[in-house]
Structure formats: structure tokens, C-alpha cells
């Protein structure tokens, strides 16, 4: 299926129809704030095993992360965050940043690594974030890779569909993607390192 969606008014009957398929097991692309990203309902353990293999990656061994609607809904998947690291995440989220943080027993077997921690977004983009508010749960958020050796990233979700329409059920067209992924932040030790840069700046 191929559904196109307005960032700044994202249609709720068309919202919905995602969130049910999601609930259902279904895998979806979806736009966010940097690169266009694969996920499912992070409860549906043969959706996550589909995105891995999709992937060709060992769920088990892979560092997926997932996305959160809000701050309130990250804090339930993690241990007691610092203050500090509270200040930083208020002050950039919504944003194009995956914050590592230490997981707690809610996030599923399947995305906590030998670390114990876990890579979370709440990316700026209300289409995504509408479908994770009414799916209830987060959603595993893994970047969409062009077969070109020379652009990373695909933009174009019509080249998307093309790509991914027999192996996903859902491509939600949100316009043209960036080709620059997220900042990732390993928040673990109290303070905050940029381990990859990406785009957007910490604040």
C-alpha cells in the first residue's frame, strides 16, 4: 500500500488505517526528520524478525533503536535518567537524534544488547509521531538504504515504493527524505557523547 501523508496536517483516517496494520504484525517506511525509516510495533516479535532478516541482520546482535512519541513515553523505557541528561533531551527533542540510554525491563529482549541500553528517537515529524501516540507502543525505527553505491539514503518515496512494495505493507509517502541520518548520542555514563555525527547540533 502506498498512502501519502501531509507533515503539517497528517490525515487521521489514514493515521488510523497505518495503526492498524501495525497492529496487526504489518512493517511499514515512513518519513522522519532525516532518512526515511522500516519499523513495526516494537510488541510484534515475527514483524521485528522480518525487518532483520529484510535487513540481513541477527535481531539479537543488532543495535535497533526505536521511536517514542514524547519524553514521557521514552522515560517508561528507560532506567532513572540524570538531570542533566533530562536538560539535554528536553532541550532537542523533538529532534533529529538517537539518544543511547540505559534500558530498562519494558524494552523487549529483542533490543536490549549485552549493555543493558537502548537507542531511542522522537524524530520531528508529527506523521510518525501521530502513529506512535495512537499505536499505544514505539515503534523500531531502522534507516531505508539505497542500492547505489554513491548516495547512502533513498529521498524519493515513489522510488521507495518501487524498491520495498512487495516486501513491507505500508510506504507512507511524507514528501522527499534527507540523506543525512541521525546524530547519535550515548547518554550511558551521565553525560552525553556524540558517537556519529549526524544532523542536527546538541544543543
Known amino acids: ?10 490525515d487521521p483516517r489514514q493515521i488510523k488505517k497505518v495503526v492498524e496494520i501495525l497492529r496487526a504484525g504489518g512493517i511499514i517506511i515512513y518519513p522522519t ?4 525509516g522500516l519499523g513495526c510495533d516494537i510488541t510484534q516479535n ?21 521511536i ?13 535518567i540524570d538531570n542533566s541528561v533530562f ?10 537524534f538517537t539518544f543511547i540510554l540505559p534500558a530498562n525491563n ?6 536490549k544488547n549485552n549493555k543493558k541500553t537502548v537507542g531511542i528517537r522522537i524524530p520531528d515529524n508529527r506523521i510518525i509521531l501521530e502513529i506512535v501516540e495512537q499505536l499505544g507502543n514505539p ?3 531502522t534507516s531505508v538504504y539505497d542500492k547505489d553505491e554513491i548516495l547512502e539514503y533513498t529521498s524519493d518515496p515513489e522510488l521507495i515504493y518501487e524498491n520495498f512494495k512487495d516486501i513491507v505493507d505500508v510506504v507512507i509517502d511524507g514528501g522527499y ?18 558517537i556519529r555525527e549526524g544532523k542536527g547540533v546538541l544543543k
Open 46 to 66: 515475527k514483524a521485528v524478525e522480518r525487518i532483520a532478516q529484510i535487513k540481513g541482520v541477527n535481531p539479537k546482535k543488532h543495535n535497533f533503536s526505536f
Open 33 to 36: 526528520d532525516t532518512v526515511y
Open 68 to 80: 517514542c512519541h514524547s519524553i514521557s513515553q521514552l522515560s517508561e523505557y528507560t532506567t532513572a
Open 139 to 141: 515503534i523500531l525505527t
Open 177 to 194: 527524505g534527507d540523506n543525512v541520518p541521525s546524530t547519535v548520542v550515548d547518554c550511558t555514563n551521565g553525560d552525553c557523547e556524540v
Open 1 to 10: 500500500m502506498y498512502l501519502k501523508l501531509y507533515n503539517d496536517n497528517p
Open 87 to 96: 536538560k539535554i533531551l528536553k532541550r532537542n527533542l523533538p529532534g533529529p
Open 106 to 111: 519494558s524494552v523487549p529482549k529483542m533490543f
